[in-house]
């Protein structure tokens, strides 16, 4: 009977994996090693304290069990659904089955799989109101040039300056500070609107003159999904949050 790699891991490492989004043995085959170890060092940077290490050869070993796991547990093809390739004289006695080669389009849709499967979360509400406090912070910033022109052609509202300016930089920033800051990803716990300078997710939402956190910030409100910009997870925002299964 074939066994599981992942229930000869420790509680350690697999609190590891998880926290880079990978808790089952078909995630593991979905990526490669290298990239995984790339995971795990960001999920060491952002939890030093819990002092929680995978190196590359254990990563490679268990990628190779996992694969000899599915291989395992994986129904033999019926000869039907094989190809059978003649080789030697053309009489029927000799061939032998060969599965058929994955072509170009079914490699290019493998590489383009995501790394983890979607976890549901149903906090849409909460990270919707987070993400208009992130787009509230577009006022304070196009004040900064708006705002000088304005002096410039006399065409400031009627109102005292430090009104105004109340209005334009510590109103818009009030949501940003108590609700936007609050709301983190369920797997990594990292917070999903930051200013701070840290090596983001390669699966990051971005767009270019905006950044990372409008990216997100939009995705939720319209798509209601968005993928973890620190550890990559994709999550989704409908429905009661639950016990997500791996096939």
Known sequence: MAINPFSKLTEQE?????LCGITSADQ??????????ADVQLAQQYFPDKQLTLTISQLQALHQACL??????????RINDLDIVNVGPTTGF????KTAMPTKEQKKR?????????????????????????????????SIFVLPLMMITDNLPDISL?????????VPVLPYLFISRSA???VCHVRLFTFKNYSRNRAAHYIPGLGYNVATALHII????????????????????????HH
């Open 184 to 186: 983190t990803c369920p």
């Open 28 to 37: 593991i085959l979905k990526s490669t090693p290298e990239s995984i170890l």
């Open 68 to 77: 000899n796991y599915i291989d395992e547990i994986t129904p033999t093809p």
């Open 110 to 142: 493998h590489q383009k799989q995501i790394l983890h499967s979607p976890v549901r979360d149903g906090h849409y509400i909460k990270n919707a109101l987070a993400s208009l406090g992130v787009l509230l912070l577009i006022i304070p910033t196009a």
């Open 162 to 170: 430090k009104v105004l300016a109340v209005l334009l930089f510590v």
């Open 14 to 18: 697999l609190e590891l994996l998880k």
């Open 222 to 245: 319209f798509l209601a999904r968005y993928t973890c910009p620190g550890c990559g997870t994709p999550v989704k925002l409908h429905g009661k949050k639950g016990r997500n299964r």
């Open 94 to 97: 000799r061939s032998q089955h």
